[in-house]
């Protein structure tokens, strides 16, 4: 993709190349009481989660994690970073995410797009 089309398509979405999204894949494991995925935010629009790893990753909003306590789970790839594994866009959540796994690690990666 060309770089003035990046650029259009920053304009598009997001109101410019300076408010463009960041985001770093979060390694999510076994530790007690979950990984922190997004902390929360008052200014969030929207935020998607994906598994790119190769372990089921147990989700719990505003909470600690738990393989009894959750609101849901995104489910694994066959391969890491294989695009099959399970996604979740949520528009209206602002509170923060934290996630754990089973057994192993796996990787979430994170888009989170907020306000002015």
């Known amino acids: ?6 650029t259009d398509i920053l304009e598009d979405q997001f109101g410019g190349t300076d408010k463009a999204p960041t985001a770093a894949p979060v390694t999510v494991n076994t530790t007690v009481g979950g990984i922190e995925i ?25 909470g600690d994690p738990s393989t009894a306590a959750y609101n849901f ?3 694994d790839g066959t391969a890491a970073r294989d695009g099959l ?23 979430i990666a994170v888009l989170d797009i907020l306000e002015d």
Do not use: F, Y
């Open 73 to 75: 789970v995104l489910s």
């Open 85 to 107: 594994g399970a996604s979740i866009t949520l528009d209206t959540w602002k509170g923060a995410i934290k996630g754990i796994t089973a057994a192993n690690s796996t990787v």
């Open 1 to 6: 993709m060309s770089e003035a089309r990046t």
């Open 38 to 62: 997004a902390a929360a935010s008052a200014t969030r629009k929207s935020i998607t989660l994906q598994n790119c790893g190769t372990e089921p990753c147990i989700i719990r909003l505003g």
